[in-house]
């Protein structure tokens, strides 16, 4: 277990390859030997790139920064699911102890009609700034704030609003949704605020915005499948997206 | 005569910033309208700044290399955010604040900038929590606080493990909300390639879109550069795999003083090292140290399992070496002492490079508290571990998920193996008060500037100096600059050539433009047979090696030769594939990789000339009998601010730091 004592696997790795937005993509097969199963998902396609670097081929492209889990920029879809096998992790935090030697793995960029691919696996997830640019937020200018004990929030409603703003904007939600519908996300962010009681001024405002805006970028219906909740990292609920629904009706009809 | 001016205001230390700040010339909000600001990054520094300066009615421009601002590397940070707001009644102050930032920092730190950042920490939470940041909370519905390293008092705001994931949206949502509005345009999967300047003023920036790899002309009244830190020049770090130094390298190069680069925080806390695969390292907060105690066995290559170590038999060498920290002593006593009983040949795990973090001991605790809360009698051991481990849950979950994740062992049943790891820069930008560099209109804020932490930072004082800076400090200081430039383009608003008519069609745009293209289609053209990355592996290694936790003069003098015959093997046998016109990864970290190699080089030399040990930049030569860190405050209380001169030749200015308010002593933690 852990602590450098890694058996090595032999994976046979297919990788969708496009060259760009325009143009079509297709999957390249590679062969790996001697992958440690201490090596992040990430760290094994590391060793991928300096071998095709070494035999004079393109890197893959892919997204990552933080490799903690955290940022939300990693986004591969492996073996049909967003972010692998492991339920609540994300791509840079799956470990090759979760594969077994032998294993063929397919990895794909993330699916959907609003994220467009830039180049092999990585995505354009812009829309996502655009929803939160429409509403996701509570207006305050800097330096108008009272106190911060003078808001007194039950611990109950802090956490679970904690828990709604624990969403990293990976966009997996979308990836895994057979509509690719963004309510998850959206509802995360609506939750959140509509929790707590610096947010209650634009309740009703903020949901309709930030609906009309996801609407626009080309996401789909929900039809309630529960994908979403299956295969996001954070563990954001479906209960979010229930929240927003009521937060909805009670925006429309006022 | 100095080249430097801090431009510290006069008067008695709690009165030199509210005096400044309500002396410093106004912009009308007219003039405001015509004036661009280019804000470079979109971390706690940057979002906080573009969002507020927005507000005030600047037109304001963001640049980020990641897809999405919110995922700038301050997401990152854990454990919590500082401030002076003593709700939990312990004593805090912003005096004891300043106070312990100023001796956390050995001593290296300006007095008025730090006492600044005691000032405005409060003011950090209310606007935060304004937001929605959901901070953690008692359950009377009040503001929570734990405690981090080198303070005595509760003064650290947080949310579960992850404060700067919070404090990040908080700004992020900021920033949209004046993306929204139109008063910001938002740039991701940008670069910034250079700085432009004319005339030794900063006039705007290149930049490439990632995407496109289209090179890009920004003109700007002024530049922001909130940029981040390079703890990456030492390959592994607990940065991001993106954090670079290339925006403030290339500043420096055009003219603005790096201030004491080899001061690099060294992290107590982090997961070891598994093998060559390695790609980063991952923090484990110094909020744990609240709770977990940090032992090595008191025999030599012990290879017992820890839970069969009998207590008798652990050596809790904080406790034992600093009684009235113990666990909680500064980063760089904690990391040194981790050190050195790993190299006396008492670490634990596989590769003897680690120490443990228990947490048995006040699972336990928080368990026999809990059993007493819920009325339970005689609870059995079991119990108690049980009722415990809800609690430890509860504020360390995510932390505890990580480990498990990456070391496939779980926390809660066997201690945390930890060793030291690169984490935090307190070098960077040099910049006066006004967070100005040495180029007129280019600024350096967050970890890009060199200013608050000294030679080593406290924790949960990144993010508050982060957002300082951004919400609190800029808005003000920036007025004293673009007051000027009002006054200047009114005289030259009849001037057919003037920089405000021709902006990016100036001459100089084109040349810094054509400078950049050049340099990146010669990464493309050397064709060489080795990975960037493995530049980059090379270079971490000569850093950790020899200008890491600890330094000497033969291994620094030794760096710098092995840096700059790697440089040189770098520029001709690099293999950069792929082209320009498009998405390139490996293109952008070549970059990097080159900037970083330079940088090595300085932070070598700055390290080889500070002859004694301050902070985290710990000379061998310079100790005390029972290796603490020995300062030299007669020849080296000054911050190093180093000038470009060219390839490997730099010129040392001196800022001296006046100490008026805090008596200068020997930093004790015992
Ligand atoms: C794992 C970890 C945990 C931490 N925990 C804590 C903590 O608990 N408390 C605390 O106080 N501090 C903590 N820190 C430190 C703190 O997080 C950082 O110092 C702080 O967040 C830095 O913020 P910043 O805004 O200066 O820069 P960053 O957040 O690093 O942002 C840099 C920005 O600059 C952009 N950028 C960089 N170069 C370029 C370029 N050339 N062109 C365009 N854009 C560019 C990036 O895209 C990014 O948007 C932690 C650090 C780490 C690594
Ligand atoms: S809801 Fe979950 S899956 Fe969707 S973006 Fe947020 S964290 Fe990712
Ligand atoms: S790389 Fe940041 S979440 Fe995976």
Redesign the pocket.
């Known amino acids: 277990m852990g602590s450098g004592h890694g058996t090595e696997l032999n994976l046979t790795l297919k990788v969708w390859r496009q060259k760009n937005s325009k143009a079509a993509g297709s999957f390249e097969t590679h062969q790996l030997t001697g992958i440690s199963t201490d090596m992040s998902f990430l760290e094994m396609f590391d060793v991928l790139n300096e071998k095709l670097i070494s035999e004079g081929k393109e890197a893959i492209a892919f997204d990552h920064d933080?490799r903690?889990g955290i940022c939300g920029m990693c986004s591969m879809y492996i073996n049909g699911r967003p972010h692998g096998p492991k339920q609540g992790v994300t791509t840079c935090q799956l470990h090759m102890r979760s594969f077994k030697n032998g294993d063929t793995i397919v990895v794909e960029p993330w699916r959907s009609a609003a994220f467009p691919v830039i180049k092999d696996l990585a995505v354009d997830r812009s829309a996502f700034d655009r929803i939160i640019a429409s509403g996701g937020y509570i207006s305050v200018n800097t330096g108008n704030a009272q106190d911060a004990n003078n808001i007194l929030i039950p611990k109950t409603d802090a956490d679970e609003a904690f828990g709604a703003a624990a969403c990293i904007g990976c966009g997996a939600c979308v990836a895994a949704c057979k509509n690719s519908s963004a309510m998850l996300f959206v509802s995360a962010k609506v939750s959140q605020l509509a929790l707590l009681p610096q947010g209650q001024v634009e309740r009703k405002e903020r949901v309709l915005k930030m609906v009309e805006a996801m609407d626009a970028e080309g996401f789909g219906n929900c039809t309630n499948t529960g994908a979403c909740e299956a295969e996001c990292p954070k563990g954001i609920s479906l209960e979010n997206i229930a929240r927003m629904n009521r937060e909805l009706t009670a925006a429309s009809f006022k | 005569m100095s080249k430097l001016d801090s431009k510290i205001p006069e008067g008695p230390i709690d009165q030199k910033w509210t005096k400044y700040r309500s002396t410093v010339p106004l912009v009308n909000p007219a003039n405001k309208r015509s004036l661009e600001v280019l804000v470079?990054?979109?971390?706690?520094?940057?979002?906080s700044a573009a969002a507020t300066l927005a507000e005030m009615g600047y037109k304001v421009k963001v640049?980020?290399?990641?897809d999405s601002?919110r995922?700038?590397?301050?997401?990152?940070?854990?454990?919590?955010?500082?401030a002076a707001k003593n709700y939990q009644n312990d004593g805090d102050s912003t005096y004891r604040l300043f106070y312990d930032t100023i001796k956390g920092g050995d001593y290296r730190a300006r007095e008025g900038n730090v006492h600044r950042l005691a000032e405005v920490s409060s003011n950090i939470i209310d606007q935060c929590v304004a937001q929605g940041v959901p901070l953690a909370r008692e359950y009377g519905g009040l503001l929570s606080n734990r405690s981090f390293g080198g303070t005595q008092v509760q003064r650290t705001f947080?949310a579960a493990g992850q404060?700067?994931q919070q404090l990040?949206l908080g700004a992020y949502s900021a920033l949209q909300r004046q993306v929204g509005s139109g008063n910001v345009t938002l740039c991701s999967r940008?670069?910034?390639?250079d700085v432009v300047t004319i005339d030794g003023v900063a006039r705007g920036i290149i930049?490439r879109n990632l995407v496109t790899g289209e090179m890009e002309k920004h003109f700007g009244h002024a530049v922001l550069l909130?940029?981040?830190?390079y703890?990456n020049v030492f390959y592994l770090?607990?940065?991001?795999m993106?954090?670079?130094v290339?925006?403030a390298w290339?500043a420096h190069k055009k003219g603005a003083f790096f201030g004491n680069p080899c001061y690099t925080q060294i992290?107590p806390t982090c997961i070891p090292v598994s093998g060559d695969h390695q790609s980063k390292l991952?923090?484990m907060?110094?909020?744990l140290r609240n709770d977990g105690r940090i032992w090595v066995p008191k025999k030599k290559d012990d290879n017992r399992k820890p839970t069969d170590i009998p207590e008798e038999e652990r050596d809790y060498y904080l406790e034992r070496r600093y009684p009235a920290f113990g666990n909680l002593v500064p980063r760089d006593v904690a990391s040194r002492a981790a050190k050195e009983r790993c190299d006396a040949g008492y670490g634990v795990g596989n590769s003897k490079m680690a120490v443990y973090l228990d947490f048995a001991f006040n699972t336990a605790r928080y368990g026999r508290t809990e059993a007493t809360k819920r009325n339970i009698q005689n609870p059995s051991q079991e119990e108690i571990m049980r009722l415990g481990k809800e609690v430890v849950k509860e504020k360390y979950g995510n932390l505890f998920d990580m480990y498990q994740q990456i070391t496939g062992e779980n926390p809660y049943e066997v201690p945390m193996r930890i060793y030291p790891a690169v984490?935090?820069t307190m070098g960077g930008l040099w910049v006066d008060y006004n967070l100005m560099t040495t180029v007129k209109g280019l600024y350096a804020?967050?970890?890009?500037n060199f200013s608050d932490h000294g030679a080593n930072?406290l924790?949960?004082?990144?993010?508050?100096?982060?957002l300082a800076d951004?919400y609190f400090v800029i808005p003000y200081t920036i007025g004293v600059y673009l007051s000027t430039e009002v006054t200047r383009m009114s005289a030259e608003k009849d001037k057919t050539d003037s920089i405000d008519k021709l902006k990016t069609k100036h001459p100089a745009f084109d040349a810094a433009l054509k400078e950049q293209t050049d340099l990146i289609n010669k990464f493309l053209n050397i064709k060489g047979t080795k990975s960037v990355e493995s530049f980059h592996k090379r270079l971490g290694l000569i850093m950790w090696n020899k200008c890491g936790m600890a330094r000497n003069k033969q291994g620094l003098t030794e760096a710098i030769a092995e840096i700059q015959a790697l440089r040189k093997e770098f520029w001709s046998d690099v293999r950069v594939l792929g082209s320009a016109d498009e998405f390139n990864p490996d293109l952008e970290k070549a970059g990097r990789v080159a900037d970083f190699i330079e940088l090595g080089e300085l932070m070598c030399k700055d390290a080889l000339h500070r002859e004694e040990s301050c902070g985290g930049h710990f000379r061998e030569e310079h100790q005390t009998e029972e290796g603490e860190a020995k300062r030299d405050d007669v020849n080296f209380a000054y911050v190093a601010a180093w000038e470009y001169k060219g390839v490997s030749d730099w010129e040392l200015n001196k800022e001296e730091l006046k100490y008026e308010n805090i008596k200068i002593a020997q930093r004790s933690y015992k």
């Open positions: 933080c903690e | 470079v990054g979109s971390g706690l520094a940057g979002a640049f980020c290399f990641q601002p995922r700038a590397h301050s997401i990152a940070a854990q454990g919590g955010v500082n947080y404060t700067g990040l940008h670069e910034m390639l930049a909130c940029t981040g830190g703890g770090s607990t940065n991001a993106g954090s670079n290339t925006a290339k992290h991952t923090l907060s110094e909020s984490h935090y804020l967050g970890e890009a930072r924790g949960a004082s990144a993010l508050m100096q982060g951004g």
